[in-house]
């Protein structure tokens, strides 16, 4: 059932706020702290954590790398499933190795955390569907509570996903004391704000719309981020080559200058994620060589951000303001909108994708 939506890819980007919400709730105590029912979880025990999943998911993954790394001051390696297996990686030990995956059936993933079984300390889960193997066979299973997800694109699975990872960073960040108590009360009223603002960002969708009929007489788009914002670029770019066919390469702002901006001419859109956060001014510099060899750029940012730097720019897609940290899960609708207008404008099959499945139990 749509509930009156064109596609399930719509009605489940519309979804967020509710299942964001859900997330939420289960996961966070009235009181404010975190609320993890595998209470033996104790993050003091680990050196180090190694986080393997596949597409969409691992762009999860590495967003998380982001802020363990920063709010909780561990290490964190991710690699996709396909090569981490075979590469047959040594796990010292004191590693939590951690798995995100919706289906909980993906055939890669599920060969890593077999692999990890028996040499990683603990193994730990993060999927949508508990009954799942990977889910079965993990220390801890931790349900995303999205609800079912019926698009080949995963859309409200990556945001319940990134919720429930951030709420594991906190977690993380209590049991090794890397954090006050008043930055941690800060992330906890801005993770209960997140689903209201995601309401905002969908109220975008009709300017959404009309950047994406723009994209969608293009050959080749690029996706720019920096920090926490890169991986958001990633999935931008994968969500968008999935469901419209066109072409979508995502890099670091930072890279731009070490080969793709030979690619950029007044043909190429560029999307740029840029929340006014500590990085903006870098990425924006990067938007400026873009636009020096007439690079179309779509801005997506904050008012602030927009009033700062649009100057120029083709197209500006404006964000609600959101606490730092929690910029790529509310980067995220963009993300989505933008593929799913560029597709239906291209009028292909959104929810079936051609070449793809729902679940890869093969390999
Ligand atoms: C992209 C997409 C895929 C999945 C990937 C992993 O929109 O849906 O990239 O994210 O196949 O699937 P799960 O999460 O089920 O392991």
């Keep these: ?65 982001y802020w363990f790394e920063q709010i909780a001051r561990l290490p964190v390696e991710v690699d ?49 569907v508990p009954e799942s193997s990977i889910a079965r066979e993990s220390d801890y299973a931790l349900p995303i509570h999205a609800g079912v997800e019926v698009g080949v694109a995963s859309t409200k699975a990556f945001t319940c996903q990134l919720v429930v990872l951030f709420a594991l960073v906190l977690k993380a960040a209590r049991d090794r004391e890397a954090i006050t108590a008043e930055a941690f009360a800060d992330h906890i009223s801005g993770l209960r704000g997140l689903p209201a603002i995601v309401s905002t960002a969908l109220e975008q969708n009709n300017t959404m719309q009309e950047a994406a009929l723009k994209l969608s007489h293009a050959r080749d788009v690029l996706f720019l981020g920096r920090g926490q914002m890169y991986p958001l670029a990633l999935e931008g770019a994968l969500k968008l080559k999935e469901i419209s066919y066109i072409h979508a390469e995502a890099y670091a702002s930072g890279e731009l200058k070490h080969g793709p901006i030979a690619l950029v001419d007044e043909h190429v859109p560029v999307v740029v994620m840029a929340p006014r956060d500590a990085l903006f001014d870098k990425t924006v ?68 994708p051609r070449n793809l499945a729902k679940s890869v139990t093969v390999e």
Excluded at 315 to 341: C, G, K, R, T
Aim: proline share 6%.
């Design 285 to 352: 510099s990067n938007m400026q060589e873009v636009m020096a060899r007439k690079g179309k750029v779509i801005l997506i940012s904050d008012s602030k951000g927009q009033a700062e730097a649009n100057d120029g720019v083709w197209f500006s897609i404006e964000m609600p303001p959101v606490p730092d940290a929690l910029a790529p899960i509310l980067y995220a609708i963009p993300a989505q909108l933008l593929a799913y207008h560029t597709a239906v404008a291209k009028g292909t099959d959104v929810d079936q």
């Design 80 to 128: 996709v499933a396909s090569e981490f297996r075979y590469r047959e990686p040594p796990i010292p030990p004191r590693t939590l190795a951690v798995f995100v995956s919706q289906s909980g059936e993906t055939a890669d993933t599920l060969a890593a955390l077999r692999y990890c079984e028996g040499k990683a300390a603990r193994i730990l889960s993060v999927v949508n």
């Design 1 to 65: 059932d749509k509930a009156g939506h064109k596609h399930f890819m719509a009605k489940e980007i519309a979804e967020q706020p509710g299942v964001i919400g859900a997330a939420i709730g289960h996961y966070l105590t009235p009181e404010g702290e975190i609320n993890i029912s595998t209470q033996d979880i104790d993050f003091s025990q680990f050196d180090r954590i190694i986080m393997v999943a596949c597409g969409t998911a691992s762009y999860a993954c590495l967003t998380a790398k």
